[in-house]
């Protein structure tokens, strides 16, 4: 019988958020940049996508980070996202969750951490703790008070916001988030996307708004805010979300709600928090995302060719 393919991972969550680094075993993307690279991973080789993410060997809620070789000079590794549903241009809880991935391998240490992806380079610094402060991609708000109607639930107003991915963001109230409403939530935001999709309403040149942020006062002590984000394949985000707590830092400094460099504590439906800041360049917020990740596995995933789910269970 052939050899099966062998790829290398290792697993970590971010405030609750599961992350799993391709570190090895992965077939060479070619290209000279991270887009170039993400492109070739969606046109010939999604189906490693799919067997990495979904059922026999993950779930529905994992994000998953294909470690490249960087692009630039001062980056350590390139990286792709990607999930259950497809390939993601950044996501924040996952790059922490690269950086603890990286330093458990030995491959940095504290200190300045740069990594490549397809939205533009990343700077994260490594503390002597294992906080990981992330500096986002440039976020910004396109359109505000939007009045949108959602077919069983009325009118629901929210704002478009980029934060490394598209977010709508709607405000609602206190008590609302919680665990305990995990599935009413899940189909509101649902619905809400759904809706979006059938009003025409888009990000900067038509890009799909594809996460949904739903975010409330916290009844938590020292908490700002809690929110609920569904992403794109209807898993919802365990952790605070860093892109979109990100596009929230930019519509909080857009509304003057907070100071450029105010400390903002967003907490996640399962209690995961994220510390948060943003300063105005160029028009727009270049966001600080604060936060943990911890390694829970390392393993080999093997892709045995007569495996009838060699690429995923078919439902998922």
Known sequence: MPSPLRIQIVDSHTAGEPTRVVVGGFPDLGGDTLHDRREAFRQNWD??????????????????ALLTPPVSESAVAGVIFFNNAGMLGMCGHGTIGVVETLRMLGRVGPGSVNLDTPVGTIQAVLEEDGEVVLTNVP?????????LEVPGYGEIVGDV?????????????????????????????????????GAGIAGEAGAEIDHIELFSDSPEPGVDSRNFVLCPGKAFDRSPCGTG??????????????????????????????????????????????????????AELVFAEADPYRWGLPTS
Not at 163 to 191: C, H, Q, Y
Request: aromatic residues 8%; contains cysteine; charged residues 20%.
């Open 245 to 298: 707590t990100s596009a929230k830092i930019a519509c909080l400094l857009a509304d003057g709600v907070i100071q450029p460099g105010q400390t903002w504590v967003q907490e996640s439906v399962t209690g995961g928090i994220f510390r948060a800041s943003g300063e105005w360049q160029d028009g727009r917020v270049v966001p600080k995302i604060s936060g943990r990740a911890y390694v829970t596995g390392t």
């Open 47 to 64: 189906h490693l996508r799919r067997g990495l993410i979904l059922e026999p060997r993950g779930s529905d809620v994992l994000v998953g």
């Open 139 to 147: 976020s910004y708000r396109t359109q505000k008070g939007v009045t």
């Open 161 to 197: 916001a980029y934060g490394g991915n598209w977010f709508f963001l709607v405000k609602t109230s206190v008590g609302m988030i919680s665990p305990e409403r995990i599935d009413e939530l899940s189909a509101l935001t649902w619905a809400i996307r759904q809706a979006l999709e």
